[in-house]
T-cell receptor, first 112, second 114 residues
Framework: RKEVEQDPGPFNVPEGATVAFNCTYSNSASQSFFWYRQDCRKEPKLLMS???SGNEDGRFTAQLNRASQYISLLIRDSKLSDSATYLC?????????????FGKGTKLSVIP | GAVVSQHPSWVICKSGTSVKIECRSLDFQATTMFWYRQFPKQSLMLMAT?????????EQGVEKDKFLINHASLTLSTLTVTSAHPEDSSFYIC??????????FGQGTRLTVV
């Protein structure tokens, strides 16, 4: 089983749509969870951290289910500028570790 | 603004030559930096962890004699791809973490070996 698995995508959605990405991780000792965004041929950039209680940042909502080892990202009212690859990232090295494990990413295309 | 600067952003080299990629932390000291490689439509794969003043820690399957890492100062880590071959063509990215909550990435280096 891969350490971090994501929906393969691609997701093609119209502007204004709501889209959800799912991610599962295999290491139950993982402590920190993130969603990164990567534009084509660019470096990843942090979109948001994911907290146990769930968290929201504008149109973006992240949720974590430790029991199921599952992470999600919800994007509401999609914009053209949301088109990118979304990476599920897990700090799988344990507390205090700086090692990140990346999912393959899910490509999102928002269509006019 | 960028907190991690990587150079060059792209390079084309002949097979058999060596290429050096620099990763600098701006305005902060990074005792640890990470080097990743990303093939098309694949995830970022950690190659090695670069530790200032000591030897890098390589992930399984990564040849340490081929991918030389030097972290001689708190703001600079370099990755040298030695005797590059076409299969080494990839997107190489470095990162550093200031705190647990976020990793900052360099702009990446697209290496093409012809």
């Amino acid at each position: 089983r891969k350490e971090v698995e994501q929906d393969p995508g691609p997701f093609n959605v119209p502007e204004g749509a709501t889209v959800a990405f799912n991610c599962t991780y295999s290491n139950s000792a993982s402590q920190s969870f993130f969603w990164y965004r990567q534009d084509c041929r660019k470096e990843p950039k942090l979109l948001m951290s994911v907290y146990s209680s769930g968290n929201e940042d504008g149109r973006f909502t992240a949720q974590l289910n430790r029991a199921s080892q599952y992470i999600s990202l919800l994007i509401r009212d999609s914009k053209l500028s949301d088109s990118a690859t979304y990476l599920c990232v897990v700090n799988s090295g344990g507390a205090g570790s700086y090692q990140l494990t990346f999912g393959k990413g899910t490509k999102l295309s928002v269509i006019p | 603004g960028a907190v991690v600067s990587q150079h060059p952003s792209w390079v084309i080299c002949k097979s058999g030559t060596s290429v050096k990629i620099e990763c600098r932390s701006l305005d902060f000291q990074a005792t640890t930096m990470f080097w990743y490689r990303q093939f098309p439509k694949q995830s970022l794969m950690l190659m090695a962890t670069s530790n200032e003043g000591s030897k890098a820690t390589y992930e399984q399957g990564v040849e340490k004699d081929k991918f030389l890492i030097n972290h001689a100062s708190l703001t600079l880590s370099t990755l040298t791809v030695t005797s590059a071959h076409p299969e080494d063509s990839s997107f190489y990215i470095c990162s550093a973490r200031i705190w647990v909550t976020e990793a900052f990435f360099g702009q990446g280096t697209r290496l093409t070996v012809v």
